[in-house]
C-alpha cells in the first residue's frame, strides 16, 4: 500500500500448537545515543507511540503501544518524583493518543476501540466498554475529552458518549461515511464537541446529544488538533492556516502558504 515502508516488514508465525504470534523487523535503525538521564530513567515493557505521558497527583500517567500480536501493552503510575512503577494495568490494544484524568480517575481508550477507567491511586479497573468505532478496520488513533461527567471517545468516523462515573453509553452518532480516523484530539467548545476527521473538513457536536451542528469541508487533508481562541477555531492543513467562526462553523479566512511548507 502507499503507506508501506522499506524500513519495516511483518513476519507472522503459525506455532504448532496453532497460535499465532506476529512481529515487526525493522531494518537499518542504528541504536540511539544516551542522552542525558535527568534526574531517574524508567524501562517500560514496550514503547510509547503518541501518547503524551500525564502528569496528576504527583505521579507520571504513561501508556505503551505494540506493533506485534500477542499484544504486551498497558498503562502505568510512576511516582514523578522517583521514576518508580507504582502499578501496571494490561490493555487489550496500545493507546495511541492522550489519556485524560479527572476526579481521581484516568481515562483511556485503546486501538481496538476500548475505553478504560482506572483509579488512578492504584490502578482498579471502575470500568470497562468497546463502543462501537463505525469504522473498518477496527481502530483508532484517537484519545478520550472528559467534560461534564461525560466521556467522548471514539474517531472521526463514529464519536460516543459515556458517563464518565459508570461508562453507560448516553449517545453515539452515525458513521461519517466521508471521513478517516486522525489521531486529532477532540475539542470542547462551549456547548460543543470539535470533531476532526483526517480527510474531511471539521464538525461540530451538541455534547447533550451528539447532533451535528454544523460541518466546514475546507480543512482537508490535515492531521493537526484544532486551537480555540475566543470565538474563533484555527487549523492547519496542508495548504495552510485556516480561521473559522466557532458557532457557526463558517470560514473566516484563510492562509495560503508554500506548497513546500507543509504546516500540517
Known sequence: GIDS??????????????????????????????????????????????????????????????DGFPKNTAIYRLDAAAGKICWKYDTVNGVKNDMAYADGRLYAQDSFGWVYCLQADDGTCIWKTCPDLGGCPHHTDAGVLVSDGMVFTGSGRKVTALSADTGEMLWTTERNRSGDDSPTRFVRFRDMLIVSPQWYGIYALDIRTGKRLWENRDPWYRTSTPAVWGNMLYTANRDGLECIEGETGITIFQHKTDPKQDVN
Request: proline share 5%.
Open 5 to 66: 515502508s522499506p524500513a519495516a516488514v511483518r513476519k507472522t508465525c503459525i506455532h504448532d500448537d496453532g497460535t499465532l504470534s506476529s512481529v515487526m523487523l525493522y531494518n537499518d535503525i542504528t541504536k540511539a545515543e544516551e542522552g542525558d538521564p535527568g534526574v531517574w530513567r524508567t524501562q517500560l515493557d514496550n514503547r510509547i507511540l503518541f501518547s503524551t505521558p500525564l502528569y496528576a497527583e504527583g505521579a507520571v500517567f504513561a501508556a505503551t503501544f505494540s
